[in-house]
């Protein structure tokens, strides 16, 4: 069984910085791809991005350039650093270990960005 805390999100206004931070238990991780995924208030979770145990990243076109996704598999940890924020990029922020047919979610950080 695979447990997932994020932490790091808040209140900030536009053009600031946040660090997302999602530690995991178990013994998968470092064999998981990880990912982080949105869901703003009456829409879809959609993804932000994702990153393969070898090391490959994906990020949504709404976020290239001002997000960075990054793992420590020695912390069993990754990280979302948010720069440029945007109040678009307001919404519950979940991380995601996957490692099929395992699926894991975490509880979700709330992310609100001010104008």
């Known amino acids: 069984q695979v447990q997932l805390v994020e932490s790091g999100g808040g209140l900030v206004q536009a053009g600031g910085s946040l660090r997302l931070s999602c530690a995991a238990s178990?013994?998968?991780?470092?064999?998981?791809?990880l990912g982080w995924y949105r869901q703003a208030p009456g829409k879809q979770r959609d993804l932000v991005a994702t990153?393969?145990?070898?090391?490959?990243?994906n990020y949504a076109d709404s976020v290239k350039g001002r997000f960075t996704i990054s793992r420590d598999n020695a912390k069993n940890t990754v990280y979302l650093q948010m720069n440029s924020l945007k109040p678009e990029d307001t919404a519950v922020y979940y991380c995601?270990?996957?490692?099929?047919?395992?699926?894991?979610w975490g509880q979700g950080t709330q992310v609100t960005v001010s104008s």
């Open positions: 995601n270990l996957r490692r099929m047919p395992l699926n894991y």
């Open positions: 178990g013994s998968i991780f470092s064999i998981s791809a």
């Open positions: 990153i393969t145990n070898g090391g490959s990243i």
